[in-house]
């Protein structure tokens, strides 16, 4: 093979292959089309076809949808001339993207990498509905088969209408490239410049960039060599998905009607009525939970455009920026090149074209960003913002509006039934009084339109609970100590089956779960050959002879090391379930219908790989308070990192959120995990070798900046120093984890749950033995 010529030297035009691959490697630029076969109808629906210019002067290339906006392809294909670089914004010539579907679009935006043959082009209008492809994070080894695909010339066609596809091995790789060798005849042609070079995965490795092009139609018969090169892909998923965040609106870019732009807890909508609004993504058109709204319904078809010179508008259907028909902006032209922003905090920002959420910036703001769940004395709030529980949230609308919103039911489930109107604000006064002001309005001046009628209370303070309630409290009050002025009275009316979801009794003979769904914790033993017995809890020793319901053995287990059995509501019914790790670390379930002697257990087979094959480092508990138990893993250092359950490997992928907590002991035997404070999600409890024990409120662990952790401290002296003998399971159904003490013969006691030691002597009720041991 002969060295290819230098990229300046490579051709006097796109169209120039074909005269000069006697010399050397050519772009597949204007060119290169796949000798392989045709592809199969959707199989390859991702790829689109590529034309740059007119009929006179134009060139095509290949391309691939890595999402609906955007296409990946060779820089190549844009190039002025062979060897220049492309310039980033729109294309100097006409260009127009095919999809599979045959709708044509045109390209309005060129993002090019310097380093390698590579350009992002994003299109005017997107792709709704087209197939796209994943990038691929892992650099493809010496020897790997993978596919090339692409529309340009094959052996016999001059302009094929069809995809082809070519088989390739991979000959050696660098920093930025892939070189490549077609299996059998297979080679890359014109026209397949920039089509996607794919892993058996179907994942995007690289795009291709030239080729030999022996045995392409119109190639020196002479030349049969098959080799090409494509520009590697696998390590831009970073940049790829910075380029094409589809929450990023850049300049130019339009918002069709009926387009939604959905963030991570609101989403923006162009509705087909011509409004513009800002939804909690539980909520939408038609059902509500709306924070911002444009004001512009009743103009069918309008759009948004954000604008060249700066400002972000909405349009009628046939206006536009010259044209009239405005409808509404933000007001902030004369900033050429800024861009719209809709943050993760939910608030849709205008930045300049070096702005940016952290380095500043901002022209305009629907000021609907997220605020933290307590609000001080002596505080002012303008009207948008909303607060986050995990089940509901607190929205005081554009309008002046105050509501309650479920996330779950998708609905409202209380409201101030007032609005203010724009200028609205939410006041929490010196004097203890939440008061909702219209615009102009304040202490001492009046026009307010809402309160809660808690004045006379100084340094009170409102705070969203976990449980969804909205409460005004005493400056010494507060959630678990009491002084409530005023509330909402949106506290849930059917809690969380903490007693199911989370496992208890780590891998000892005696567990508590809850085995019939009544919420409260039975109590439950392996035997040596594994073998599972019930006692249903209906009070425990405490409620006399009935307290407690012998059901026998249950089920005969599935294997005889008891430490690889766990006890946990995996379905969400309210249930426990039975699992069990296996050996090579993959976790097998069981979902209870009731025991041996009722209903048989439902095999689901593996529902999880596992991340590690010692047991020992492995709970299963609720962490994001969905009913559902998770899987939750130590390292050796402490440190806990969490994958969501979604319905298990057979159903939907494991999320994995990543490292929740860095730890607060070294020792995770001593680490427990129940839900102390009713909402639904597990705890982090530790028992200190001297028996205290330290609780932490989950939050949303360390992936929630600031705020993932609510520290508590010490709960409770301890009954021992044993930690093998304490268990926090919430006994009483009360909804708060109690405090459970293994004794002699397998008996337990327990300690309820009032308040712990920062509540005083009240804090616990000790209700002595609950269980006399099987």
Known sequence: MSAPRPRTARMTGLLAAATAVAAGLTTAGSAQALTGPEAPTGQYASVVKLNIGDDANGRACTAALVNEWWVATAASCFAPAPGQQVPAGKPALKSTVTLADGRALEVSELVPRTDRDVVLARLGVPAR??????????????????????????????????????????????????????????????????????????????????????????????????????????????????????LLVRSGQIIESGTTLVGKNLKLSMQADGNLVIYHNSGGEGKGAALWSSNTYGNPGAYAIMQAD???????????????????????????????????????????????????????????????????SDGRYPAGFWMDSPAKIFVMARDGRLYVWDKSQAKQVWSSDVAGGDGSYLSMQRDGNLVAYRKGGGDGTGNSYWSTATYGNTGAYLTFQNDGNLVVYRKDGGEGKGGALWASGTVPTDPRPSAAVNEAGGSD??????????????????????????????????????????????????????????????????????????????VNAWLNRGGDKVAPWKALGQVATGVTTDQSKVRFADWDGDGRTDYLVFNDTGAVDVYLNRGGDQV????????????????????????????????????KPDGKVDLFLNRGGDVVPNNGWSVVGQVTGGQTTDHTKVQFVDFNSDTHADYVLAGAGSSASVLAWNGGDPAGAKGWTDLGKVASGA
């Open 129 to 246: 509905g087209a197939a796209t492809v994943k990038p691929a994070a892992t650099l493809p080894a010496a020897g790997a088969d993978l596919t090339a695909a692409g529309f340009g010339r094959t052996k016999t066609e001059w302009v094929p209408d069809k995809l082809h596809t070519g088989a390739f091995t991979v000959n050696a790789t660098d920093a930025t490239t892939l070189t490549i060798t077609g299996k059998g005849t297979d080679a890359i042609c014109k026209g397949d410049t920039g089509g996607p070079l794919l892993n058996a995965a179907g994942e995007l490795v690289g795009v291709n960039s030239r080729s030999w092009q022996g045995g392409c139609l119109g190639t020196n018969p002479a030349e049969t060599r098959t080799g090409a090169v494509s520009a590697r892909t696998d390590d831009l998923g970073e940049w790829i998905a910075t380029v094409t965040d589809p």
């Open 652 to 687: 939907a992928p494991w999320q994995g959120i990543g490292r929740v907590t860095t730890g607060a002991t070294t020792d995770r035997n001593r680490v427990r995990f129940a839900d102390s404070d009713g909402d639904g999600k597990a705890d982090y409890y530790v028992v």
């Open 509 to 586: 003979r005696v567990r508590w779960a809850d085995f019939d769904g009544d919420r409260k914790p039975d109590y439950i033993t392996i035997a040596d050959n594994g073998a599972v017995s019930v006692w249903l809890n209906h009070g425990g020793d405490p409620a006399g002879a009935n307290g407690w319901q012998g059901l026998g053995q249950v089920a005969s287990g599935t294997t005889t090391d008891r430490s690889r059995v766990r006890l946990a509501d995996f379905d969400g019914d309210g249930k426990a379930d039975y699992l069990v790790i296996n050996a090579n670390g993959s």
């Open 310 to 376: 700066g400002n972000f508008a909405v349009y009628t259907k046939t206006g536009g920026d010259g044209k009239g028909g405005h409808l509404w902006s933000t007001a902030t032209f004369g900033n050429a090149g800024a861009y719209l922003r809709f943050q993760d905090d939910g608030n849709l920002v205008v930045y300049k074209k070096d702005g940016g959420e952290g380095t500043g910036g901002g022209l305009w703001s629907s000021e609907t960003g997220m605020r933290p769940n307590t609000l001080p």
